[in-house]
């Protein structure tokens, strides 16, 4: 009877080990923030957009990345019951489908708005390949990534391996590049580029999700995301044949975010 039950353990433990799902024993390992690293995601329901509350836990400096106008006073109140001190603002890029949220916290909190310079959109401080933004003993590296529009930026915390990607990256996509002097090619090579060269376990967090996913990483785009695994051909082709409606919110967003980086405009 012993001998059935060892036969029948020993079955059952190579069947396990042959159903593991390819790649899973390269899944490179999750790295936790440190201790003093504060994150919150944040989400918006209309737009599907994610904002990403950032701040040093031992100076209590912030900074918000993507704020959404209808959700400004919760962020504020966020930052305020937290004890925070919000420095930043930050935009990835001039978005279409929403208004940022930055113009309104600047009123809020008395933060500083911040976007590429490429972007045409105003704001406090204006942002460029190269930069550094400091928050507490935190420190974000700046990417110019264009390509989805021509102001893109991808914002790196080295320390918490991590990557902000705005909509360059999406989970399994990539944002559209029809609008806003988009650019496949451009986008192609920035993610190629500087997205995919960064380490494997960088967490991925964008500003969008329609599907309810959180998070990727730069191992799993590498290797699953539908567009950017093919060769850059067949990538413009891909992009060229998305046949995607006219954007809900161009109309509005547009004229709104390349003022209410520096303007308030309260939603009530
Ligand atoms: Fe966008």
Redesign the pocket.
């Known amino acids: 009877m012993l001998r059935i039950l060892a036969i029948a353990l020993t079955l059952c433990a190579s069947i396990c080990a042959t159903a593991l799902p390819n790649g899973l024993s390269s899944l490179p390992e999750r790295q936790p923030f440190t201790s003093d690293f504060f994150f919150r995601q944040l989400f918006d329901e209309e737009s599907s957009t994610y904002s990403y509350l950032l701040a040093d836990l031992k100076t209590g400096e912030a900074v918000i990345i993507d704020p959404v106008l209808e959700q400004a006073k919760r962020d504020a109140q966020l930052v305020k019951e937290l004890g925070f001190k919000l420095k930043y603002a930050i935009n ?6 929403h208004i940022t949220g930055s113009g309104w916290l600047r009123e809020l909190t008395g933060c500083q708005s911040m976007i590429a310079a490429a972007s045409g959109a105003k704001a406090d401080l204006y942002l460029r390949e190269g930069d550094r933004i400091e928050f507490g003993s935190h420190v974000i590296d700046v990417l110019a990534t264009p390509g ?2 021509n102001g ?1 930026m991808s914002y790196v915390i080295k320390e918490q391996a991590c990557v902000f990607t ?2 360059t990256v999406l989970i399994r996509g990539c ?2 590049t029809d609008f ?1 002097e988009g650019s496949s090619e451009f986008l192609y090579e920035n993610v190629h580029t500087k997205i995919f060269i960064l380490p494997e376990n960088y967490r991925i967090y964008p ?2 999700d329609y599907k309810g996913q959180l998070e990727s990483s730069v191992w799993e785009e590498k290797r699953y995301n539908p567009r950017l695994t093919k060769d850059l051909e067949e990538f413009i082709q891909i992009m060229d044949n998305l046949n995607l409606s006219y954007p809900n919110k161009i109309d509005v967003s547009l004229p709104a975010n390349r003022e209410c980086g520096v303007y308030d405009i309260p939603k009530e």
């Open positions: 990835t890029h001039m978005h279409a489908d989805h529009t893109c705005g909509d944002g559209r806003q500003a969008h």
